[in-house]
């Protein structure tokens, strides 16, 4: 069998794949995905019920696409990566959050790292509180299965209705599917809460926390951030198996005989099947041709680049970090410049999880309660060090203060209390006309900028004195 004939074979599977691939992106159709249209509730709303199903497909893919899962791992670094810090919390309130349980579903480093795997996948993230313990738990999407909202206001939740099975030992260990109503967090009503929904059960004595992202305006519900991105990851991952299947065609065969007879080409045969040893000549009749086959690099699946571009587009990421690969252009300043909106989108993201820690924190009973978040970028050490000294010698640190910076940038472990005495001494030999006391780093020359310390006042000085 001739390549050719075998890659005529398979040209109508590239066409069909191809096909498939266009029609993911266009309709998010393949492999039990329902067309788009099944989604829509209305013309401007999901229904419950497609979010469901597509927060329980959008999982399944993102632990299986590389692409999904990097794009998940790097919104979740840039926004936890650091993690943030809580201030202005009592005593009573810093015991609940630092507790196992609040640990567990909502404050520690794993629980942030799961709770934004909900937003990427499902779009909301759900937490029921318990009014007079304050326990906390998370509620999966999919056992959020009815919603109240308020008559005059279509976006505004009072209740929503949890459903799950319960196996209890009252049962016998017998399944029994539970149905029960919750107030949100953010519903005070006029007198009381209603006692039953449709017959089922309002538990007032607890409340649920609720968190969406990509809203639309007049609706419930958020929409998850993979949803624009898995069409492209999806074909991206087909040009990729495609491009492959094609590389792993071109690697079989080397050479192309054509023939005039079926005599000659049964004597060909013969003559090639011969094992031969490198360099050697092949001598053919008249009515043979050999000609070479093209090669396995002929075809580049970094061409493919562009698809991955559009999932990176859709997780509000660099494709350069996303992929892992500076491409062809290989600029570092290229990465430098798309992580500049990274680094926005990603504070905004912030900026909601704020708000969410704000609400669960004020029904523990904190008050006004500050939340900082650590800088993102990562400036180098040598950057830092001068930019603290700057700081200090400007007045804006203590020495302690000035100390613990950079002993935390230089991640340098303490071994004793306050400043050393030499580095006091410096401190306080310091004067305008001695370039020895500055704790600035030198640049290393000096230009016309200089230090940018207090020893450059010597040349102020001179310049005022009179000449005469």
């Known amino acids: 069998m001739s390549f050719s004939d075998d890659f005529s074979n398979n040209s109508d599977g590239f066409a069909e794949s191809y096909q498939r691939m266009a029609d993911t992106i266009l309709s998010i159709e393949d492999r039990g995905w329902a067309p788009l249209s099944e989604y829509l509730g209305s013309l401007n709303a999901f229904s419950l019920e497609s979010l469901h199903s597509l927060a329980s497909e959008l999982c399944e893919k993102v632990d299986g696409n590389p692409l999904l899962k990097r794009g998940l791992g790097l919104r979740t670094s840039y926004v936890f990566g650091k993690g943030v810090e809580f201030d202005g919390l009592s005593a009573r309130v810093r015991e609940l959050i630092e507790s196992d349980n609040a640990q567990s579903a909502l ?34 999407f999919g056992e959020i299965t009815g919603w109240v909202t308020d008559p ?17 030992e009252e049962s016998g260990g017998v399944p029994v599917q539970v149905s029960v109503w919750y107030p949100s967090d953010l519903y005070v009503p006029n007198g009381s809460f209603v006692r039953r929904i449709k017959g089922e059960p309002v538990d007032s004595s607890k409340v649920m926390f609720a ?12 929409v998850a951030d993979a949803f624009s991105a898995y069409p492209w990851a999806y074909a991206y991952n087909e040009y990729l198996k495609d491009g492959s299947r094609i590389l792993k065609s071109l690697a079989m065969f080397a050479w192309q005989l054509k023939t005039r007879s079926k005599n000659a080409g049964a004597t060909a045969a013969a003559t090639i099947a011969t094992p031969q040893s490198a360099g050697s000549t092949a001598i053919l009749g008249a009515d043979m041709e050999l000609s070479s086959l093209p090669r396995a690099s002929s075809v580049d699946l970094s061409d493919g680049r562009a698809l991955a571009a559009m999932v990176a587009s859709a997780l509000e990421v660099s494709v350069v970090t996303l992929m892992s690969d500076p491409g062809s252009s290989g600029a570092y300043g290229t990465a430098q410049t798309l992580d500049v ?40 050490t040598y950057r830092q060090i001068q930019a603290i000294s700057l700081a200090y010698e400007a007045g804006a640190l203590w020495e302690d203060e000035f100390r613990n910076a950079v002993l935390d940038e230089l991640d340098v472990v303490p071994l004793h209390r306050g400043i050393s005495p030499m580095a006091k001494d410096k401190v306080d030999g310091f004067s305008s006309d001695s370039s020895s006391g500055s704790v600035v780093p030198s640049k290393g020359n000096s230009g016309v900028v200089g230090q940018l310390s207090n020893s450059d006042n010597s040349l102020r000085d001179m310049d005022a004195q009179s000449t005469a």
Do not use: C
């Open 107 to 140: 404050f520690g480093s794993q629980a942030m790292a799961i709770n934004e795997h909900s937003h990427f996948t499902a779009g909301q993230f759900f937490i029921l509180g318990d009014v007079s313990s304050k326990r906390l738990q998370r509620i999966p």
């Open 152 to 168: 005059d206001d279509s976006e505004f939740v009072r209740y929503y209705r949890r459903s799950w099975t319960r196996h209890s």
């Open 211 to 222: 968190s969406m992202v990509n809203r639309r305006t007049g609706t419930v519900w958020g």
């Open 341 to 380: 909106p990274t680094i926005k989108a990603m504070q905004a993201r912030q900026k909601l999880w704020e708000a969410f820690f704000k609400r669960v924190l004020k029904f523990m009973g904190a008050r006004n309660v500050g939340i900082k978040w650590p800088k993102m970028e990562s400036e180098a």
